[in-house]
């Protein structure tokens, strides 16, 4: 099985920062890997797919980067809105495996 | 609008056995193949098993494997988790996703619905 793996397991950032996460896989899988944004008590969002194609309706302040085994996640400018946990995952293969989350919390 | 409800969840006694379902609507569920995601209280996101577009194959993670199974009715568009011999630490939140094949994201997701295993 592939294994994802993110770093940090958490983050205290200040509106306004800018915010890089990784992810990375223990065997190439090319571009297929997603971001996903989860508030407490909701349901996954999509926001980046094919490691920096960005869903449909998700701010352009989300980017996404990287090919192989080495993964990030940017956000350019932190609003209120985005403290969340964040999850990466490959696609490559099933099992499609999770990383562990960030949980990104205010400063 | 592409809709995934989830229902079945509730309270079970360890070693006993609960049906999940999940309702697609909004889309052609023919066109797309299924997951079910799960989550415990307080972790992270676990994959739990795939289904083909067609229902002919299967794949379940290895704590689940032998235990639960994944099935679909494409007449009703539904997705289905038979889930046998569970166990307390199957209690999680249960979510069904959409899945446009390999390569692809879980694009969209249901509301997720609450199993607990305890006596």
């Known amino acids: 099985d592939i294994q994802m793996t993110q770093s940090p397991s958490s983050l205290s950032a200040s509106v306004g920062d800018r915010v890089t996460i990784t992810c990375r896989a223990s065997q190439s899988i090319s571009s297929y890997l997603n971001w996903y944004q989860q508030k407490p008590g909701k349901a996954p969002k999509l926001l980046i797919y094919a490691a920096s194609s960005l869903q449909s309706g998700v701010p352009s302040r989300f980017s996404g980067s990287g090919s192989g085994t080495d993964f990030t996640l940017t956000i350019s400018s932190l609003q209120p809105e985005d403290f969340a946990t964040f999850y990466c995952?490959?696609?490559?293969?099933?099992?499609?495996?999770f990383g562990q989350g960030t949980k990104l919390e205010i400063k | 609008e592409v809709q995934l409800v989830e229902s079945g969840g509730g309270l079970v006694q360890p070693g006993g056995s609960l049906s999940l379902s999940c309702a697609a609507s909004?889309?052609?569920?023919?066109?797309?193949?299924m997951n079910w995601v799960r989550q415990a209280p307080g972790k992270g996101l676990e994959w739990v098993s795939y289904i083909t577009s067609s229902g002919r194959t299967m794949y379940y993670a290895d704590s689940v494997k032998g235990r639960f199974t994944i099935s679909r009715d494409n007449a009703k568009n539904s997705l289905y988790l038979q889930m046998n011999s569970l166990r307390a630490e199957d209690t999680a939140v249960y979510y069904c996703?959409?899945?446009?094949?390999?390569?692809?994201?879980?694009?969209?997701w249901g509301q997720g619905t609450l199993v607990t295993v305890s006596s």
């Open positions: 995952q490959q696609s490559y293969t099933a099992p499609y495996t």
């Open positions: 996703a959409r899945f446009a094949g390999r390569g692809r994201p879980f694009d969209y």
């Open positions: 909004g889309f052609t569920f023919t066109s797309y193949e």
